[in-house]
């Protein structure tokens, strides 16, 4: 078969984790022998000579999807230039999809939404990821979407329980069908490299803290800055970039955390290196204007490379079991400093991770995410 993966986010460089799962899960259908064309936002300078896969670009305004993510661009005033992009990609599926089989469409707005307008006639396995639901929510827009793309020809996945119940809810009874013709699975990892990582572990005389994403407010870096202000002292690696970064650098400094190693985006062995040094992986993320996280892939990465986890329970971080991570409410600033605390006192998660992400690997979860999508 001839599938069209239609994304947002595609990396535009080797080792971008711009949508790096995007191109994993692409590659997982190429392996199963399907011709794979992936539609992706991007400037039009951008250099896909070095992709496998054939790449074509719909051009979007800058900061839209590559800094920081939609939902944020679009809270600092990107409507207009999304609203443009989503005709234009509209367009681009309209014209490419004569000669795809299938589409599959990464974010439910705008891309699966794209697809189902542009492509009616064709079989759509559409995923959503977090931003996009909570974006059809804030417009009010679940129901029509729902409707949309409630055709026998549909599947739907949601990357966490939480997610599919936020959809379904706030689509009213056209929401009530989409659960017949959806999954729940997080995205897969590549197991085996992350596996890898957790035997170049070192032993760090003073125990290393990494927060790993990007700097916006839903990931909750302010909450734990207040309480690396109150916790035991730690080292501590910021790696991420993002919009709310310079107002982070300020908050360190007036909390006097002089110390902290603002790492920027890494890539590649730098993000490897990172994991192998971390003792702990904080992922504090909170609700923020009605939106919770998906499912982040760090956090599985982190649990495969063998380090220590602490998560909020915001979305779908409260469905990792207890018995592999630390949890803590979220916003709570006492219960993260507590917890902070008992980590460096050496408290370990009761299991080690390995009977939950055993099944996180591609093979496992793509047949579950893009059931029927098998061997060409």
């Known amino acids: 078969m001839r599938i069209g993966v239609v994304t947002t986010s595609y990396p535009r460089f080797p080792s971008d984790p711009a949508g790096n799962f995007v191109a994993e899960l692409s590659a997982w259908i190429s392996r199963q022998g399907h011709a794979v064309e992936i539609l992706a936002a991007g400037d039009a300078g951008i250099d896909d000579s070095w992709q496998e896969t054939p790449v074509r670009r719909v051009s979007a ?5 590559y800094e920081g993510g939609a939902p944020d661009a679009l809270e600092r005033g990107g409507a207009t230039g999304a609203a ?15 000669h795809w089989d299938g589409i599959v469409a990464h974010w439910l707005a705008p891309c699966a939404l794209a697809s189902a307008i542009a492509a009616p006639q064709k079989p759509l396995w559409a ?22 793309l409630r055709r026998r020809s549909v599947h739907i996945n ?6 599919r119940e936020a959809f379904t809810t706030s689509a009213g009874r056209a929401g ?21 990582i957790s035997a170049l572990r ?39 970039a993002g919009p709310s970064e310079g107002t982070l650098r300020q908050q360190a400094r007036n909390l006097g955390l002089d110390e902290i190693h603002w790492a920027g985006e890494v ?30 892939r760090v956090a599985l990465e982190a649990l495969a490379a063998g380090t220590e986890l602490l998560v909020s329970d915001s979305g779908g971080l409260s469905e990792i079991p207890e018995s592999v991570c630390h ?45 029927g999508l098998g061997s060409a």
Do not use: Y
């Open 84 to 98: 443009r992009f989503s005709v234009k990609l509209s367009a681009a599926v309209h014209t490419h999809a004569r």
């Open 202 to 240: 070192e032993n760090n005389v003073k125990p290393l803290l990494l927060f790993l994403g990007r700097l916006v407010p839903i990931k909750g870096v302010d909450l734990l800055l207040r309480a690396l202000a109150e916790a035991r002292p730690w080292d501590v690696c910021i790696a991420g």
């Open 267 to 296: 890539h590649g062995a730098d993000r490897d290196a990172l994991l192998s040094r971390a003792n702990l992986v904080v992922l504090p993320s909170r609700r923020h204007q009605g939106r919770e996280e998906g499912m982040p």
């Open 176 to 196: 009530q069908d989409i659960v017949a013709r959806s999954s729940v699975q997080s995205m897969g990892i590549d197991l085996e490299h992350f596996q890898g």
């Open 158 to 163: 949601f990357v966490s329980r939480a997610l």
């Open 61 to 65: 305004a800058p900061g839209l999807f």
């Open 327 to 371: 949890r803590v409410p979220s916003g709570d600033v006492s219960s993260l400093v507590t917890a902070l605390n008992a980590i460096a006192g050496g408290v370990r998660a009761p299991c080690r991770p390995g009977h939950w992400i055993e099944n996180r690997s591609w093979q496992v979860v793509a047949p579950r995410i893009l059931p």
């Open 127 to 148: 995923i959503a990821h977090g931003g996009d639901v909570h974006l059809l929510r804030r417009l009010r827009l679940s129901g029509l979407a729902a409707r949309l």
